[in-house]
């Protein structure tokens, strides 16, 4: 059964960083495309990131708002995907899930998400 | 900038059909944005319902149907649940790894 978990958010002071992780099982990370979707309080969903698979390349690809301070990776070993946060803003305060990306083009299975806070 | 449009919110009495749509700004969807459909209750993560306009992903019962309704996408609910109250969102691919979201439909049966 395919499963993630997220982990790692937390309250941030704003210019801060934060590493999530999501740890998969059930399946193998490499062979899949995944992206990071985020929420914050109150509001609808919003993606932000990609990574392909490592048949495809392995490439990542970043929505303009993290574009140059986040950053995603994955560790095939450990089967975990993981999103480096840095110049954290309030505006990055959310709820933030890792998903599988299915073909084509949607979210397939979800993690239950992670709560960051950027707060002074 | 693409806006995806959606009803705020819909109300459906207990057993009933509803049809809930989404619309783009850039002009009439199509099965070229392969939109799909998420629903989430607070709290919750997302569930991933419908993909590719009408594919139901595993395990979600066949009283859920998408569809292209003249020039919107369209999630139908027949039989509604109670538990069938949440916030459904749709999501188009424009391609190229981007997506657009709905602000979401907050469904109540009552």
């Known amino acids: 059964e395919v499963h993630l978990v997220e982990s790692g958010g937390g309250l941030i002071k704003p210019g801060g960083s934060l590493r999530l992780s999501c740890s998969a099982s059930?399946?193998?990370?490499?062979?899949?495309?995944m992206s990071w979707v985020r929420q914050a309080p109150g509001k609808g969903l919003e993606s932000f990131g990609l990574?392909?698979?490592?048949?495809?390349?392995?490439?990542?690809q970043y929505a303009a708002f993290v574009k140059g301070r986040f950053t995603i990776s994955r560790d095939d070993s450990k089967n975990t995907l993981y999103l480096q946060m840095d110049s954290l803003e309030t505006e990055d305060s959310g709820v933030y899930y890792c998903?599988?990306?299915?073909?084509?083009?949607?979210?397939?299975?979800w993690g239950q998400g992670t709560l960051v806070t950027v707060s002074s | 900038q693409t806006v995806v449009t959606q009803e705020p919110s819909f109300s459906v009495s207990p057993g009933g059909t509803v049809t809930l749509t989404c619309g783009l700004s850039?002009?009439?969807?199509?099965?070229?944005?392969?939109p799909s459909w998420y629903r989430q209750t607070p709290g919750q993560a997302p569930r991933t319902l419908i993909y590719?306009?009408?594919t139901r992903s595993s395990g979600v019962p066949d009283r859920f149907s998408g569809s292209i309704l003249g020039n919107k996408a369209a999630l139908t609910i027949t039989g509604a649940q109670a538990d069938d109250e949440s916030k459904y969102y749709c999501?188009?691919?424009?391609?190229?790894?981007?997506?657009?979201f709905g602000g979401g439909t907050k469904l109540t049966v009552l």
């Open positions: 998903s599988i990306l299915g073909n084509p083009g949607y979210f397939d299975s």
């Open positions: 059930g399946f193998s990370l490499t062979n899949v495309w």
């Open positions: 990574i392909k698979s490592k048949f495809a390349g392995g490439t990542t």
């Open positions: 850039s002009g009439s969807v199509s099965i070229t944005y392969y």
């Open positions: 590719n306009t009408t």
């Open positions: 999501v188009f691919y424009m391609g190229s790894g981007n997506w657009v």
